[in-house]
């Protein structure tokens, strides 16, 4: 097969609409293996010259982020905290006091990569906070409703399935005379469920 960079780019546009436009279904199961696809509108941060920060802007950056299996996952310390999901430490049940919606916070297992990037890095555990219909008399936990957000603490990536995303990236080196530190970003975007 020839490459064809219009060809690329008409798939990509074919993508995008079909994600934004056709589908954005809520997920409502903690069982929902889903692929949201996350397109930052904007991307700024800073970059180490001559021993200061200088403010720059990013080109934004698409994410695929994907919840995967926890029975599948290529390595055995990956999602931990998922693969152990009935152990209660990693679960909890409360109701919102301001609204009395009763909520469910658990966590699901996700990859995460940069869209058209080949390598996927590994599994992480990330953090889902889900609203519920309200709990019934013999239920551990009660049915879900909608998941409302997710984080990923080993990316720093934030997202609504259907909604607004934030990531970032900042490293610990505060030397004052340093030749080089990784630029130091944040972005934010929105996502929709493919």
């Given at each position: 097969?020839?490459?064809?960079?219009?060809?690329?780019?008409?798939?990509?546009?074919?993508?995008?609409?079909?994600?934004?436009?056709?589908?954005?279904?809520?997920?409502?199961?903690?069982?929902?293996?889903?692929?949201?696809?996350?397109?930052?509108?904007?991307?700024?941060?800073?970059?180490?010259?001559?021993?200061?920060?200088?403010?720059?802007?990013?080109?934004?950056?698409?994410?695929?982020?994907?919840?995967?299996?926890?029975?599948?996952?290529?390595?055995?310390?990956?999602?931990?905290?998922?693969?152990?999901?009935?152990?209660?430490?990693?679960?909890s049940y409360y109701t919102l006091t301001?609204?009395?919606?009763p909520k469910l916070l658990t966590y699901?297992?996700?990859?995460?990569?940069?869209?058209?990037?080949?390598?996927?890095?590994?599994?992480?555990?990330?953090?889902?906070?889900?609203?519920?219909?309200?709990?019934?008399?013999?239920?551990?936990?009660?049915?879900?409703?909608?998941?409302?957000?997710?984080?990923?603490?080993?990316?720093?990536?934030?997202?609504?399935?259907?909604?607004?995303?934030?990531?970032?990236?900042?490293?610990?080196?505060?030397?004052a005379i340093a030749d080089y530190k990784?630029?130091?970003?944040?972005?934010?975007?929105?996502?929709?469920?493919?």
């Open positions: 097969m020839v490459y064809n960079p219009s060809m690329k780019k008409l798939l990509l546009i074919l993508l995008l609409s079909l994600g934004y436009i056709g589908s954005a279904v809520a997920v409502s199961s903690l069982d929902d293996y889903y692929t949201s696809l996350c397109i930052a509108e904007k991307s700024t941060g800073f970059n180490w010259e001559n021993n200061d920060w200088k403010i720059t802007n990013y080109t934004p950056s698409k994410y695929v982020v994907k919840k995967v299996d926890p029975t599948k996952t290529r390595y055995n310390y990956s999602c931990v905290r998922t693969k152990d999901i009935t152990n209660e430490i990693w679960q301001s609204s009395g919606q699901g297992c996700y990859t995460i990569k940069r869209f058209g990037q080949t390598y996927e890095a590994g599994e992480q555990d990330c953090r889902e906070d889900w609203t519920t219909y309200p709990k019934e008399d013999e239920e551990t936990n009660p049915k879900t409703r909608k998941l409302e957000s997710v984080w990923c603490e080993i990316t720093d990536f934030t997202f609504a399935p259907n909604g607004w995303f934030h990531t970032g990236y900042i490293h610990k080196n505060v030397k990784d630029s130091i970003s944040v972005s934010v975007g929105k996502c929709s469920t493919l």
